[in-house]
């Protein structure tokens, strides 16, 4: 089992910049790719980004396709969400997770496990 944890959230103005981080537990952490969620108040959970167990392949959502930088850290358990230029519609808690059912699509919640508590991101405009 993998236990995570989210940091690096808070208010910004539009345009500005923060960089997420997600700590994971235990010594698998490299043995799974790792995916970054994010849900706004009364709507679902939407795929950010998507990272492979190496570093060496990424895969982001059109919205945040060249604003937004999924890396990871194997050595520090830790993968990090870079975001840049952020709109108000970035408002929302994100959430990271490992990717455990490859039964589903890569931006699917079914497809990741053991979500961690997220952090939450306000973009003033």
């Known amino acids: 089992q993998v236990q995570l944890v989210e940091s690096g959230g808070g208010l910004v103005q539009t345009g500005g910049s923060l960089r997420l981080s997600c700590a994971a537990s235990g010594r698998t952490f490299s043995s799974y790719a790792m995916g970054w969620f994010r849900q706004a108040p009364g709507k679902e959970r939407e795929f950010v980004a998507d990272i492979n167990r190496s570093g060496g392949s990424t895969h982001y959502a059109?919205?945040?396709?060249?604003?937004?930088?999924?890396s990871r850290d194997n050595a520090k358990n830790t993968v990090y969400l870079q975001m840049n230029s952020l709109k108000p519609e970035d408002?929302?808690?994100?959430?990271?997770?490992?990717?455990?059912?490859?039964?589903?699509?890569?931006?699917?919640?079914?497809?990741y496990g053991y979500w961690g508590q997220g952090t939450q991101v306000a973009v003033s405009s």
């Open 91 to 111: 408002t929302a808690v994100y959430y990271c997770a490992p990717r455990v059912n490859d039964a589903y699509t890569i931006e699917s919640p079914r497809a």
């Open 62 to 70: 059109d919205s945040v396709k060249g604003r937004f930088t999924i």
